[in-house]
């Protein structure tokens, strides 16, 4: 048994004491208490990286992080993969961010947290003063907790009056959000991962589970294994790791996936694989924005998509899109869809959600086990904080819209703000905001939790932006440098994971608490302190008068009352026995939701509804058909671009590399970014695997090593995110979704140089 000195019971103490101010140290108190008897303690929390949101404890020793440990009772099982079982070494790495920066001639300084937040202050109102609310804005991000996220749309909606509130999921799930609004009138998933157990096919669509969502996709796995006949089908372009589990691999050019999905509905209605019971009860139909068409329209819309024309469309085999069809849609047997960015991340990438939805609308497979059409969320916060807590430009929180007069009004009440405060039109989306920025009309930008100066679609425009002499960038980060926080003008050291506690909502609706194990690193602070720092020198102090995250949380509550989303039975405490609790969850007493929309368990569903179904999202309480047709990308390749080229994630890292780069297991596996091309390619243009070659787009220019891999699909290039020294983005296009306004990371065209 370790027995304490006095002087680390005194540093102990002292990093209590100034954590008590800041609030959320019941993790801490439990940790230390198991320090001071000697022993160790494990804290319940969450994985930091995927949406998947894997339940794990936190193992401390001596005030330190030494090991994570899955939970067994979350539905992860007590599983993690190895980004999460690594997570402990993030809180160490040597370039962690432990004191602010502030620049002076050019170059990032230490400075005070007083000197650093007095300036950002000053900066701010200077320029809300000049220049207006809207000269201001904040870009945020699917990682930052619930009562984070919370905090900064409330400052900067409520108290400085711009609607200029961002974040990253603009980049991620906003094609998701729109796809789930407009077939459904509310957001997020009905169903949850339990569905994976009872699906007897699974669709995964433009997902790369094997390697984004490793969790889940060990569940497909299990299912494939115990189930009988179970069929998973997999459509991407490229031959994943994910599609070696498949009994159908589709493959085609990127972007072209509309025309499949809508042969595979043609197959459904000409083979009478349709519910029309269904169909009439629940289903509405319509075209560009109207609900306004039948049936009848549909069906001539579909006829078409012949599998033979679609499969000319897409590159791939009639056969295959008619096999796809008559799996999903063979009677009596269950039907679960999940997709990610391959969908999202492209200029029609609501049309493509919407075209999912379609297929489970009409053959009636959804809202029972093993029927869903389940979006996997990237990020562990994107649903609960972003998009649930409604910190896009155009939402506000729990499914209420800036635009609609009503909630705005209602908004103002619960917020205690007089009539009028916050504005009815739409803030600045996030390419917009970072045009406006660029146009000098943005002047002050607030980031926090996410790194735009490697993820932005055609980086280096933006990170032009950034660099402007009278732009005023503020960077909350827990690293330094970062390919952001190298352009900032004033960095602020961000509390991480495990130094903070507060609330994540993964891709089930699933709420759950992460509780702070250990202090803030150095002089971090939780990005929770810094905003109420700020909010309070911006003269706002009364609209974040919270002392804790939990004094948010109990706010919150009374914000999702009565809404969709009502999760007002969701304590705190409840929270820290749970382990995890799906809303709707009303009262104290509820369990929980397990699927939406379903007479039984959603209890937004009277108890007499006729119907086993009730999707009270819209106003006729149906969900839509949407006729949509296919489009091509934005950009496709041509004689002088004449490759694909698609970018996205391997399972080593995450995003940025910034936490993943710092685990030495990791760190040394598969960060460079090369250029994936198939060996035909590879043969035509005469390059080998370790050659450099430049590749160019209308944008940009870069230079990458070659890896040949038969995983690429011919004449389609991959590169993967992650490396800080080695851009894809510099090469991507930024057009954007005219409805989400999601970029399309997935598709644009490049020529391929030696180099
Ligand atoms: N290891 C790891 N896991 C992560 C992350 C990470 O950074 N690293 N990030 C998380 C986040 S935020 C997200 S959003 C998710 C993303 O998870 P995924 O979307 O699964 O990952 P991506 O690699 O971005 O893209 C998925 C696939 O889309 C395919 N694709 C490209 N074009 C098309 C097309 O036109 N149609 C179709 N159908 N598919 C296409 C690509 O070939 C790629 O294999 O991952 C989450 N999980
Ligand atoms: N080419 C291409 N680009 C893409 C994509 C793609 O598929 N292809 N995908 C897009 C998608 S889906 C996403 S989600 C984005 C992700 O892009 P980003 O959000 O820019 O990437 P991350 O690396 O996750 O950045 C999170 C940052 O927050 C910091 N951080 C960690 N914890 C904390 C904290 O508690 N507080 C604060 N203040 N900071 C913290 C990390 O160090 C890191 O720098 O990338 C997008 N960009
Ligand atoms: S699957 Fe996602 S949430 Fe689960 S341990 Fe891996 S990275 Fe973390
Ligand atoms: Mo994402």
């Not at 306004?292 to 791939?316: H, M, R, V």
């Not at 503020?474 to 952001?484: G, L, Y």
Request: with cysteine; hydrophobic share 40%.
């Amino acid at each position: 048994m370790t027995t304490l000195s006095r002087r680390s019971f005194l540093e102990a103490s002292a990093a209590a004491s100034a954590l008590a101010a800041l609030g959320g140290v019941h993790g801490v108190k439990q940790a230390m208490a198991a320090t001071a008897a000697g022993g160790e303690s494990w804290v319940k929390s969450v994985c930091r990286y995927c949406g998947t949101g894997c339940g794990l404890f936190i193992g401390v020793k001596d005030g330190k992080v030494f090991a994570v440990k899955g939970d067994k009772d979350n539905h992860n099982a007590g599983f993690l993969c190895l980004k999460g079982f690594l997570l402990p070494q993030i809180l160490t790495a040597p370039d962690r961010c432990l004191h602010p920066l502030v620049r002076k001639e050019g170059k990032l300084v230490r400075a005070s947290w007083e000197e650093a937040m007095s300036l950002v202050a000053s900066k701010f109102k200077e320029s809300i003063e000049k220049y207006g609310p809207d000269s201001v804005a904040f870009y945020g991000s699917g990682q930052g907790l619930t009562e984070e996220t919370y905090c900064a749309n409330k400052l900067f909606k409520a108290g400085i009056r711009t609607n200029n509130v961002e974040g990253n999921p603009r980049l991620c799930m906003a094609s998701a959000v729109a796809g789930y609004v407009t077939t459904y009138g509310k957001d997020e998933p009905m169903g949850l991962y339990e569905d994976i157990d009872h699906a007897d096919v699974i669709l995964l669509v433009g997902s790369n589970t094997a390697e984004a969502h490793p969790i889940i996709f060990q569940r497909v796995v299990r299912r494939k294994e115990t189930g009988r006949g179970v069929k998973v089908i997999v459509m991407d372009p490229r031959f994943t790791p994910t599609s070696r589990i498949a009994d159908l691999h589709i493959s085609f050019t990127p972007g072209n996936d509309l025309a499949i999905l809508n042969a595979m509905a043609h197959v459904l209605v000409k083979e009478g694989m349709v519910d029309e019971g269904f169909i009439a009860k629940h289903v509405a139909f319509g075209e560009g924005t109207e609900v306004n068409k039948s049936f009848d329209d549909y069906k001539a819309f579909l006829a078409e998509y012949t599998p033979e024309k679609a499969a000319a469309i897409a590159g791939c085999r009639p056969e295959d899109i008619v096999t796809a069809a008559r799996w999903f849609g063979e009677r009596g047997k269950a039907a679960t869809s999940m997709w990610t960015m391959g969908l999202n991340q492209r200029t029609k990438g609501v049309w493509a959600n919407n075209l999912v939805h379609n297929l489970h609308l009409l053959t009636g497979k959804i809202g029972t086990p093993g029927n869903t059409p389940f979006s996997l969320t990237g990020q562990p916060n994107a649903c609960g904080g972003v998009r649930d807590g409604g910190a896009l430009s155009h939402l506000l929180p729990y499914g209420r819209l800036v635009a609609n007069d009503a909630h705005r009004a209602e908004m103002e009440k619960l917020w205690g703000v007089p009539e009028g405060t916050l504005k009815p039109k739409p803030g600045l989306s996030t390419v917009d905001m970072f045009r406006a920025l660029e146009a000098g009309e943005i002047k002050c930008l607030y980031i926090m939790c996410t790194n735009p100066g490697q993820s932005l679609p055609n980086v280096n425009r933006y990170r032009k932006a950034m660099e402007r002499a009278d732009a005023f960038v503020v960077v909350a980060e827990a690293f330094h440098p970062t390919r952001t926080s190298e352009l900032a003008d004033v960095v602020l050291p961000a509390a991480l994971w495990a130094e903070k506690e507060g609330v994540y909502g993964c891709a089930e609706r699933r709420y759950q608490l992460l509780e702070q194990a250990i202090p803030p690193a150095g002089e971090a602070r939780p990005d929770f302190a810094i905003l109420c720092d700020l909010a309070a020198r911006l003269g706002h102090g009364k609209l974040l008068p919270f002392k804790t995250p939990a004094d948010v949380w109990a706010e919150i509550l009374t914000i999702c009352k009565g809404t969709v989303y009502d999760f007002s039975g969701m304590t705190r405490e409840r929270l820290k026995q749970a382990h995890g609790l799906l809303w709707p969850l009303p009262t104290p007493g509820h369990p929980g939701t397990k699927r939406r929309y379903v007479k039984g368990d959603d209890p937004l569903v009277p108890a007499d509804h006729p119907e086993r179904i009730l999707f009270y999202g819209r106003p006729d309480k149906k969900a839509v058909v949407w006729l949509r047709p296919q489009r091509p990308p934005e950009e496709v390749p041509d004689a002088e671009f004449p490759f694909f080229l698609t970018t996205g994630r391997e399972i080593e890292h995450w995003h940025t590399a910034t936490m993943t780069r710092n685990c030495k297991e990791l760190a040394n596996t598969n960060l460079e970014s090369m250029a994936q091309l198939h060996p035909n390619d590879a043969r035509k243009l005469g390059v080998r695997a370790g050659q450099s070659v430049r590749l160019t787009s209308r944008r940009g220019s870069q230079v990458f090593r070659v890896k040949v891999t038969d995983n690429a699909k011919e004449g389609v290039i991959f590169i993967h995110m992650h490396d800080p020294d080695r851009m894809c983005n510099v090469l991507t296009i930024d057009a954007v979704d005219p409805v989400s306004r999601q970029p399309e990371f997935k598709v644009c065209g490049v020529r391929v140089e030696k180099a």
